[in-house]
């Protein structure tokens, strides 16, 4: 069992904080949904725990399994079985998805001769063509390739926690249902524990969620069960914002005409 | 592509031709040192380079004792490579090595042309003639793997005529200073050139190319692609010149340097220029500096990979785009090699 525990999780960017104390666990097999509207901080929250440039990190912790994470480097919060599928998976010319994984393996003492066929088997069950195998790593693949091969990359990997970035946007409906289908499968099969970030519930079709989370302003306002996403869907999240503050009267003009605008305004 | 048939070597500026196969010589291939030449042949001599576009150039001209030729006929395919290797091997030297390639209409070759040097200071002025008359095929890769204290002013003058295909490769990796100048005239209609070069500078290295495009005639096209980077001390400099006459209506003229920085000691320079007088053409030029991509790095890292290895497949993935593409396939796994080897001697520079 595998326990992903964020506790008081502060984070922003250059001093302005987005991450208002952040409380979540997500164990082996969970499906945790964080949904949110737009500039609640869902992306900074998945950046920040795989540890991407940029953010600094104010307060609380994040740890896999009672390992601190923060104090990781990316490349090791990997190999202590943590995945980000990315929301804009980025493009890396003249290096193949065969090649990167290859690394994976041999900087995690896996054997790298094991890759290509886990690769190719990977590849079969999302839909992802082999003919995309040795090509340069998101070039020129429309946004439901990249995002089966991002789903490849964390089935060969198997890691113990993924966190999924919108993986439901710029996507296809037949990608969406292989992506989503593939990453259900996995919490049984290997106990994938899942934080996947969403504006939708579509993701949410395949994917069985156990939990989901409304984040707003950088804290997580309410969670409930799979009950709650419906609802979200029906009424959005206007029950969860903060009230929109009055607008102020407008002060009155020191030079209107006391006597108004008169008849021949 | 085969391995090579003809192999000439040319050792402090001695030259050694091996025998051309029947085959060749009953087509007539002439590939020969310029004084066997007949009276006709030595009179196409130096048309490309005239008295040269600079001093180091003219410097060549005067004391290149045994230029090499290549003569391909008109309407010759040869069915395999012709290996050059010029190697300066006594330190303290200066050598003026002289390369002309001729390729007669219709006719194809791949030249691959190999320099190097050993460990002693010398000093290199090497000139190529690349002559690709109307309908001609020619592919021509040029590694430099000079010895660490070896100088070179290269110069490279090619020109194409009507409706020929010039794909000229530079790779560059050796040399305390490398220079190279390419001049490259599309000068019949419908010709085409591609320029393409990786090079890698580490420790005090200085690469510097300075690369000309003249288009005087219509409907011609030049596609360059440079790219670069510098580890430790290194510098590089690229210079890029486009000129399309006003003759040369119809013109495609690209030219693209990019430059990877492995260090902050590095230093890499990229000046290119445009000078159009037609209006009839279609002309870019792009020029980047700049450390390996930190989005790049994060991805990489986020699949487990340490960030020195992540930058190692970035930087060959950088380029993959030019070594690929080379003109001599058989070629592309030996340039693969020599550039992971520089990689594994800059890793310690890279971040």
Known sequence: ?265 | MADPTVTVTVVDGAVHVSDLPGRWSDAGVVITTADRLDDADLAGLGVVAGAGPDVFAALNDALSAHPVVVQVPRGVRLDAPILVVDHVATAGLATFGRLVVRVGEGAEATVVHHATSGEGAVLTIPLTELDVARGGRLGYLHVQELGAEAWQVGSLLARVDQEADLQAALVGLGGSYARLRTDCRMAGRGSNTDLLAAYFGEADQTLDFRTFQFHDAPDTTSNLLFKGAVGGRSRSVYTGLIRVDKEARGTNAFQTNRNVKLSDDAWAESVPNLEIETNDVHCSHASTVGPVDPEQRFYLESRGVPPQQADRLIVGGFFDEVVRALPVAAAVPAVRARIAAKLDRTAGDLR
């Open chain 1, 1 to 265: 069992m595998t326990v992903l525990e964020i506790k008081g999780l502060r984070a922003g960017v250059d001093g302005k904080e987005i991450l208002q104390g952040i409380d979540l666990t997500v164990r082996s097999g969970e499906v945790h949904a964080v949904m949110g509207p737009n500039g609640s901080g869902k992306s900074t929250l998945s950046h920040v725990i795989m540890g991407r440039p940029g953010y600094e990190v104010t307060g609380g912790s994040v740890t896999l399994d009672g390992v601190d994470l923060l104090a990781l480097d990316t490349w090791e919060r990997a190999q202590a079985g943590l995945f980000l599928a990315l929301q804009y998976p980025t493009e890396v010319p003249g290096v193949s998805v065969e090649s990167l994984l290859a690394a994976a393996f041999q900087a995690g003492g896996r054997d790298v001769a094991e890759a290509p066929a886990l690769v190719g088997a990977e590849a079969a069950r999302i839909g992802f063509a082999d003919r995309f195998l040795g090509r340069d790593l998101n070039v020129d693949l429309s946004g439901g390739e990249k995002k089966r091969n991002e789903t490849l990359q964390l089935g060969v990997l198997a890691p113990k926690i993924a966190i999924l970035d919108e993986l439901d946007s710029g996507l296809d409906v037949d990608a969406l249902r292989d992506c989503s289908r593939r990453v259900e499968e996995a919490t049984s099969e290997t106990g994938l524990g899942v934080l996947a970030i969403t504006h939708y519930t579509r993701l949410l079709r395949e994917l069985k969620v156990d939990q989901v989370h409304i984040l707003v302003k950088g804290q997580i306002r309410h969670t409930g069960g799979p009950e709650l996403a419906d609802e979200l869907e029906d009424q959005g999240y206007a029950a969860y914002l903060d009230p929109e503050p009055e607008p102020e009267a407008p002060a009155a003009d020191p030079f209107a005409d006391p006597f108004g605008p008169g008849p021949f305004a």
